[in-house]
């Protein structure tokens, strides 16, 4: 933060100086000679404290943003899951399923763990062919309930 402290008072600086020289710049062609001195000091003063620059003292901690977004986006792969496996059944045959599902993500190892999937299905059919057609085609072990249980 010094850093910026520092740049911004060379900044002001500078151009207060180039103010005061510019308002003694002379007449004629050597205005332009003047006017292009004093754009190369205040190109000059912008970019020379950049060479002190120490990027190590530079550091912005977003370990905690981080682990924020990772938190709140459980809910946005968790809703993903819901939906696809919702739509994999309809497109099967099977109208009315609810599912529900619970989900972990690493940010360390950038895994998604899907902890359990519940989905509720009506009477009219079968758990375990439900449970095993999920399996069979998306690779989900999943616990498959009646609705109303």
């Known amino acids: 933060m010094s850093f910026f402290k520092e740049w911004s008072f060379c900044v002001c600086l500078t151009l207060i100086i180039s103010v005061v020289f510019s308002v003694f710049a002379p007449k004629g062609e050597m205005k332009r000679i003047y006017k292009i001195m004093l754009s190369v000091f205040i190109f000059i003063s912008f970019i020379y404290p950049f060479s002190d620059f120490d990027s190590s003292a ?16 459980g809910s946005a792969y968790e809703t ?3 939906m696809k496996i919702k739509e994999f059944l309809i497109e099967k045959g099977i109208v009315g399923a609810n599912v529900s599902s619970s989900v972990r993500f690493n940010a360390e190892s950038s895994e998604l763990e899907i902890k359990e999937v519940v989905i509720s299905i009506p009477d009219e059919y079968s758990s ?13 072990n999943s ?7």
């Open 58 to 73: 530079f550091h912005i901690d977003t370990s905690s943003g981080i682990l924020e977004i990772n938190e709140n986006s």
């Open 128 to 140: 375990e062919d439900v449970e095993s057609l999920v399996f069979d085609e998306l690779g989900i």
């Open 143 to 149: 616990r498959v309930v009646y609705v109303g249980e």
């Open 80 to 82: 993903e899951i819901n």
